[in-house]
Every structure is written in C-alpha cells, then in structure tokens.
C-alpha cells in the first residue's frame, strides 16, 4: 500500500465510495472548533479552485462547492441565508458592487492619516518605500 497525506476535510459520500475502490481511510471525529477551522481551510481550497478554473462549466463545479462548504460553515455556526444576505445588502448599500472600472493597482497616503494606514497594516498592506 502506499500512504498519501490527506490532512483535510471530504465530502461525506467519498469514504464509502474510497473504500470500495480498495482505498483505506484513516481518520478522526473533529470537535466542533477543530470543524470550523478546517471549514475555513475547505473555504481558502476551494476559492483558490475557482481561481483555477477556465470554463463556464468548471466555474459553476466550483462554486457549488464554495457554496456547499458556506452552507456548512453557516449551519454549524447557527448563521442563516438570511442573515447573511443582510449583510450582503448592507455592504452593497454602503459600499457599492464590485466592478471591472474598480480596479485599484496602488494608492497613496498621507502619513498625517493614522487610521488609514492603521487599517491597511491590520489587512497585511504593508508600505512599500520607493
């Protein structure tokens, strides 16, 4: 047998099917914090697949498991489709839509802006001297 590291969640049919194709699985029951964490890294793998993808189809694969993995995320935290459209439209209303003129290669600040740049270093936007 040869032994590949796996270190992430799958999806809850796969075992069943793995073991039938011969594939021993090895694993563990997750505690509800160790579960939203590797949510959360489901979360980071699958968005970074929709960044991968090249057709219209391999799109909408892809995000139906983005989806899959929010849904999952919101039920274990008690958060609905509600909720979550809510804020959605909060942040539309205040903060507008996300569009293809919007796209910003750098900006500048003054260094008299402290909340500014105190905001930028907690997103990880660091300086960049000339």
Same mark, same amino acid.
């Given at each position: ?8 969640? *799958? ?72 909720? *979550? ?46």
């Amino acid at each position: 047998m040869k032994k590949y590291n796996f270190n992430k969640l *799958i999806r809850s049919n796969l075992p069943e099917r793995m073991k039938k194709e011969g594939v021993a699985l090895f694993g563990r029951h997750l505690t509800d914090g160790e579960f939203a964490k590797e949510l959360k890294n489901k979360l980071v793998e699958e968005a970074s697949e929709v960044q991968d993808t090249e057709s219209r189809e391999d799109l909408i694969k892809e995000l139906a498991d983005v989806m899959e993995v929010i849904e999952t995320l919101s039920s274990l935290h008690g958060i609905t489709k509600e909720e *979550i459209e809510k804020e959605r439209l909060l942040k539309y209303e205040i903060n507008g839509r996300f569009l293809a003129d919007n796209f910003v290669d750098y900006i500048e600040v003054p260094v008299s802006n402290h909340k500014v740049i105190e905001y930028l270093e907690k997103r990880n936007r660091p300086y960049e001297c000339n």
